[in-house]
């Protein structure tokens, strides 16, 4: 999806979020470099939404939230003052189904699943709508996915649900000596378009298996496990207040028991829980709740005995919205793994059809996050092996949370082609591994001329340097150098394992500088950056 140039509906509005508890709205916060940072240490769930290189970053918040935006003197303009009456006006007008037979996304035209259709919630399935599309596939093709089966036998949800999983491969009632990766959606409840795509690329994938040879191949060679709802609870309580969609209830419903409800299931896992305030809450009335301790929550624990009982190669945790491809890590400033490089490479090729912009949390949303979903797939390596886990936010930050159910299949297509080719590495995930390991001595330890560079140049009070280390100096201790003209340097910071770094230039003086990286005994190529005031 390209970034998309929307007519400005702004509303001369004299009011702000106003009126009921439930209310959300949709505001472009003129946050400039540092913005953000103090939104979210205020505890403004901000991790959905499309940031415009630091200038603006547009969202849709509580009526809480928009207190605490009010206070911090943030410029900002509301978009949509009521997103949930937006939803239900526009969906009125909206068709689900042009009727044509395939989709045209921007790198093909792929054959509509014909089984797929529209939800009774704004477009969107009920939790017993979905669970009715599991049961369709098993009974339409029984040789391919299984019957759904619950995720653990030991745990329910507060409201006492089980999570479902079902398993798309041949035999798909064995277990086979295959690689493994796991889709999953809906950690947060108000992400519905996070669940239509998956139910999409599954239909795609059971009708195809026939007909088309990398669809066949995917489905012989793999196991494909699908978890579309793992927060039930939220999600059926969003039907319960706004059943034509438009419901904004993102966590858990735990009892918090203090008046508040609920859970931020994507910071409860157990890998760096709780490592700092930035964009996990310890207060258990915000969005980003983390819950008293790591997987405290009954569905957190049963992902993490799934994950640990069942070997995957792959994770792919979709959510909604601001078309990024999110890898790890998310927590604190180490914004890089060892497998950064891998990350990079795959995601390159994740993102080709439809346009995510990629990279880290602090590369993508511009935040850090902890216990996320991703840092603890990939980054507990003791009681299982490493999984390769991406998080995807589908949807522009003008679809927001609820797109349009004219948007519904337009926004699915252009994920298939991400979906089978993340199958399609998890079927050469053996090769892979081996193709990285000894790849690791091939590369030189250079920096290619003409892949170190900054933008904007000339910049005013930030910029972003971006670059390729070779994986040699991914560990180690590479700096980004900036010296002003006369040569006495202004700012050094540590840039290993990384793909780009966002300078604060507020304290030059306006003038040229050089930069360049240094790492160990190895120097780049030095680059001219212009500080305009
Ligand atoms: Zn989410």
Known sequence: MKKLIFPLLLLALSFFCSAQQQQYCRVKIYTGPGGLQTLIHKGVAIDHGYNDNNKTFITEISLKES???KSSGLKYDVLINDMAAYY???????????GSQVVQVDCGTYPKPKNFSSGSMGGYYTYSELLAILDSMTKKFPKLISAKKIVSANYTTTEGRPLYYVKISD??????NEPKILYTALHHAREPESMAQLIYSMWYLLENYKKDTTVRNIVDSTEMYFIPCVN???????????????GYWRKNRRNNNDGSYGVDLNRNYGYE???DDMGSSPYTSSDTYRGPSAFSEPETKMIKEFCDNIKFTYALNNHSYGNYLIYPYGYGTKTYTPDSILYKQQANR?????????GTTIQTVGYTANGGSDDW?????????????YTAETG????????KKSKIIPLAAANLDMNLNLALLTKQSVYARSKIASSTNAMQPTIAAGTLYNSPNPCNNFTRVYFNLPQQLQMANAMLIISNAGGQPVLSQKVAGESNAFVNTTAFTAGIYYYFIKAGSYQSETKKLIVVK
């Open 67 to 69: 207190a605490i935006l």
């Open 88 to 98: 239900v006006a526009g969906n009125a007008k909206a068709v689900f189904d042009d």
């Open 171 to 176: 035999n798909p009632a064995k277990t086979e």
């Open 232 to 246: 039930p609870d939220g999600y059926v309580y969003n039907e319960t207040t706004n059943p034509n969609g438009g």
């Open 273 to 275: 829980w709780g490592y």
């Open 350 to 358: 994740l993102v080709q059809c439809n346009e995510f912009t990629k």
């Open 377 to 389: 797939m990939y980054g507990e390596q003791t009681e299982k092996s490493k999984i390769i886990a």
């Open 396 to 403: 522009t930050a003008y679809d927001g949370f609820w797109p």
